[in-house]
């Protein structure tokens, strides 16, 4: 059977979180890396979907091949470790300085990949910068000052919103990287990881990693959006949502609900039945 049942997916869950812990400094930011730029060409590929058939959900049904890759390939997204790591420290198989290291070395490898390719991408569709009347051009330069400058009207409403998108997405993000390990066949590893990021994104949720190939690409190409505007009205906050959405909406409330009771509570509950039966029989044999 290539079905794997939910605890032992739990299982898997904590064994990756502290493989990913344990990474170098060098795997990490590499991953991130290629993870950052994969993830930018499956997003300029659901962009091209939208604007092309000038259907949404389109794009949101194409772009889980990045994610997909991703994952088959064992590369890092920041984004799905947000549930992995939190179990391993639980367990204590891992460290909080550990965690923070990945997280920042793999969402250096980020940066700097969706920048690579949204340099790459930028000098593509502006056929070398002589034209910016592209359509996926305005679409990046309309998304965004949408992801920062439509928040900022808003002010600490704004913060508040854009922070539970970024909960709501990556809720179901760090969901497509569970259910890959529900599956031992790659068919159904594709499958079941299609599903939830196919809901994240159809939806216009707020993910970290799209987002730092999105607003930096638009910069780059016009938009009136600074560097404050970019990590204080999205790239932080996102972060912080994206954390809470995929350690405790998906690690800790599955781990709550999937662990295994531990050997002493077992064999203290084994004691405690064989001492109510001997009272038992005891009584009995004195009646």
């Keep these: 059977m290539s079905y794997v049942k939910p605890t032992e997916v739990l299982d898997a869950m904590i064994d990756a979180g502290t493989t990913k812990a344990n990474l170098s400094a060098l795997q990490m930011v590499v991953r991130g890396f290629l993870a950052g730029a994969i993830l930018s060409f499956a997003t300029t590929l659901a962009f091209t979907a939208v604007t092309q058939t000038t259907v949404g959900l389109t794009g949101a049904i194409i772009f889980p091949v990045g994610f997909v890759i991703i994952v088959l390939l064992g590369l890092e997204l920041v984004t799905g470790t947000f549930a992995l790591i939190p179990l391993s420290i639980l367990e204590r198989k891992t460290t909080i300085s550990r965690m923070i290291a990945n997280y920042g070395w793999v969402i250096l490898g980020h940066l700097i990949g969706c920048g690579l390719y949204a340099i790459l991408y930028g000098m593509t569709i502006t056929k070398m910068d002589t ?13 965004s000052e949408t992801k920062t400058l439509g928040y900022q009207k808003m002010g600490f409403d704004g913060i508040i919103l854009v922070t539970i998108k970024a909960v709501l997405c990556n809720w179901m993000v760090t969901l497509g990287v569970v259910m890959a390990m529900t599956s031992k066949s790659t068919g159904g590893k594709i499958l079941a990881m299609w599903l939830p ?5 159809a939806q216009g949720f707020e993910h970290a990693v799209v987002n730092m190939f999105v607003i930096p690409a638009g910069m780059m190409l016009g938009a009136d959006v600074s560097m404050a505007d970019w990590w204080l009205w999205n790239q932080i906050p996102v972060l912080v949502g994206n954390f809470i959405g995929g350690a405790v909406f998906t690690g800790i409330l599955l781990y709550l609900s999937h662990r295994k009771k531990s050997s002493a509570a077992v064999t203290k509950r084994h004691t405690e039945s064989s001492e109510i039966e001997v009272a038992a029989a005891s009584e009995r044999s004195i009646q």
């Design 131 to 143: 034209d910016i009347s592209n359509p996926l051009a305005q679409m990046l330069i309309q998304l």
């Design 197 to 201: 990021i196919l809901t994240f994104f």
